[in-house]
């Protein structure tokens, strides 16, 4: 299958998505916004998979991958894309983004400003 112009975008959990513990900078509306333009998305985080399944779920939102972060290659192996992207807190995110060729994003506010437009639009 090739990528075309779709982006795969992972995101991690506590500390990125809104709704994690702690919160994070990432909205459910952004999350939404992805997906609405026909983006490959989900999680990896170090959450339980049924955990990221029923997140999903409650948020009334079907991701195309829910997988733990030391399995991030894997989702590369799964889905052919133009371009793929972690979006995380952590050094360890950052880790396992390097190690499966993913793009990382830091979730905080700062460095937001430089990709926020690239993934969310306006």
Do not use: N
Not at 52 to 69: G, N, S, Y
Not at 98 to 113: I, M, P, S, Y
């Amino acid at each position: 299958m090739d990528g075309g112009g779709v982006w795969l975008v992972s995101f991690d959990i506590d500390g990125t998505l809104e709704v994690g513990d702690p919160p994070g900078i990432v909205t459910i509306q952004m999350v939404r916004s992805v997906k609405r333009r026909g983006h490959v998305i989900g999680s990896c985080s170090d959450r339980p998979v049924s955990y990221q399944r029923h997140l999903w779920e409650r948020l009334a939102i079907v991701p195309d991958f829910t997988v733990l972060k030391h399995r991030l290659a894997e989702v590369r192996d799964r889905f052919a894309a133009a371009a793929y992207y972690h979006i995380g807190d952590t050094d360890v995110d950052e880790m396992f983004a390097a190690g499966a060729r993913f793009q990382f994003l830091r979730a905080d506010a700062g460095a937001r400003q430089s990709w926020g437009p690239r993934l969310f639009g306006a």
